[in-house]
Nanobody, 127 residues
Framework: QVQLVESGGGLVQAGGSMRLSCVVS???????MGWFRQAPQKDHEFVTA????????LYANSVKGRFTISRDNAENTVYLQMNSLKPEDSATYYC?????????????????????WGKGTLVIVAS
């Protein structure tokens, strides 16, 4: 059974840092892992994605220079390092996996690109 489990969320002060983790289990063929976020009453927003095979990354403009995605394939874990956090970063962050989506284009991933989702971890950035 395929599972994605996020962790690391919580409350942080503006300007602080936080690292999220996503552990994937189960036998799948997907290569691309990504992070989306959703604030209350807002649509899911693409944050970043990474190729598990070659490490290529893609970032939303809103987080470039502040967030870093990485992976540890040996541990089947994808990380999201978030620095210089702003109140507008507050959201539930979801880890997703895609069988076919690619980070090698300049197009951001969409919710429809993802095939598996975690249940999310809440990040609250306080002023």
């Amino acid at each position: 059974q395929v599972q994605l489990v996020e962790s690391g969320g919580g409350l942080v002060q503006a300007g602080g840092s936080m690292r999220l983790s996503c552990v994937v289990s189960g036998r799948t063929r997907f290569d691309t892992m990504g992070w989306f976020r959703q604030a209350p009453q807002k649509d899911h927003e693409f944050v970043t994605a990474i190729s598990r095979s070659d490490g290529s990354t893609l970032y939303a403009n809103s987080v470039k220079g502040r967030f870093t995605i990485s992976r540890d394939n040996a541990e089947n874990t994808v990380y999201l390092q978030m620095n210089s956090l702003k109140p507008e970063d507050s959201a539930t962050y979801y880890c997703g996996a895609s069988l076919r989506a690619s980070v090698h284009s300049d197009y951001p991933l969409t919710v429809g690109d993802m095939d598996r989702w975690g249940k999310g971890t809440l990040v609250i950035v306080a002023s």
